[in-house]
């Protein structure tokens, strides 16, 4: 049963999006959740819908687990109470354990998740100048404050920090990153022609695919920052860059002006806000200037200020979140390449 909590379009595309299942309809039917997600949605738009969807799942999760195994059956609400606490504190650590695989991090999510919640009541509570709720409230906030830490974060960071630490690294051979990078700029330069001939939706991915690695590769930094790059960001580079070359261009010498004539830096929003330079080559400038121009051939929305976009014709605002499929894919294919080289050399004469 859903809740009757009025929401906003944003909010109720999300929840329309989730997974149809029991997680999805223990999320639509519980308010504080749909409310939890309607303050992260006007918190952070729809530019994080993959985000809040897990958010949402985690906590409609938590709930399923603790009404399939316990005597509750009230909402998140009625179970953010001090009395209850200890349930919570068990059902959070049983949760994490009990799939095939520890979910290391997910106590820590659901802590900074319920945190967050009971802040919601806590306004709630002032607004209605309900007592009994506030007291409730803060009599969670402090049981958190006192125990939490001691009782579920401090063991989930210790467990993470020792899986990383026995994490085993492989790191590539200089001759395995040449031919990746030798292999896509090779595949972008034969990607790009077929694009300008004719925009489908499959050159278009294959194109935005294949420039999507080569910008990752060229500049060796987090596939997400490349992949969240706008087309605002990208305009607002390059027409700074020819204000700034009116300024210097006669001041550079030669190779100077070569290195500037052929590359562009563009500043695009990486993790925690931060500002994140991607430096552009010719063949990369290239690419982006195609995909940007027949954005809407590729059934594109109008909405999605991404350069490397989902082509499909959804309302969802979203970049292509595929960087690490994109590497893998390429890396396959390198691999499958040279296999195929092997086998040809050991062919007798």
């Known amino acids: ?32 959740i749909v409310t939890f997600i309607a303050s992260l949605v006007e918190k ?22 603790v009404h399939d195994h316990t005597c509750f059956t009230g909402g998140l609400r009625e179970m953010l109470t001090p009395e209850r606490f200890d349930l919570f504190i068990d059902s959070v650590k049983k949760l994490s354990t009990s799939g095939q695989k520890e979910a290391l991090s997910l106590p820590l999510k659901l802590g900074h998740s319920v945190n967050r919640c009971l802040l919601l009541l806590k306004g709630e509570s002032i607004r209605k100048k309900d007592k009994i709720l506030k007291e409730n409230v803060e009599g969670m906030q402090l049981l958190m404050e006192l125990e939490w830490h001691d009782r579920v974060s401090s063991q989930s960071l210790k467990k993470l920090y020792d899986a990383k630490m026995n994490q085993k690294e492989t790191l590539p051979t200089t001759d395995d990153i040449v031919r990746l990078t030798n292999g ?13 001939e004719d925009q489908t939706k499959e050159t278009g991915r294959a194109l935005a695919e294949l420039a999507l690695a080569r910008i990752i590769i060229f500049n060796k930094n987090r596939g997400g920052d490349a992949s969240h790059m706008k ?18 261009y006669g001041s550079l010498n030669d190779e100077e002006k070569k290195l500037v004539s052929s590359h562009v830096l563009v500043y695009t929003q990486g993790k925690k806000g931060r500002h994140v330079p991607v430096l552009l080559t010719k063949d990369m400038k290239e690419a982006v200037d195609n995909l940007i121009q027949h954005h809407s051939k590729l ?14 014709e959804e309302l969802k605002i979203k970049s292509m979140a595929m960087q690490s499929m ?22 007798p004469l």
């Open 1 to 32: 049963m859903e809740t009757t909590v009025q929401v906003s379009k944003d909010t109720a595309d999300i929840l329309a999006s989730l997974t149809d299942d029991e997680i999805s309809l223990a999320v639509k039917g519980d308010e504080l």
């Open 44 to 65: 952070y738009g729809k530019t994080k819908m993959d985000y809040l969807r897990q958010r949402a799942r985690q906590l409609g999760q938590l709930m399923v687990y």
């Open 184 to 196: 896509v700029a090779m595949s972008l330069g034969i990607a790009l022609p077929a694009f300008k």
């Open 231 to 248: 087309v605002k960001d990208y305009s607002e580079a390059i027409t700074e860059k020819s204000d700034e070359l009116c300024q210097l």
């Open 299 to 312: 059934s594109i929305p109008v909405a999605n200020p991404y350069i490397f976009a989902t082509l499909a």
């Open 326 to 347: 994109v590497m893998q894919s390429m890396a396959s294919k390198m691999r499958e390449d040279t296999w195929k080289e092997q086998q040809e050399k050991r062919k």
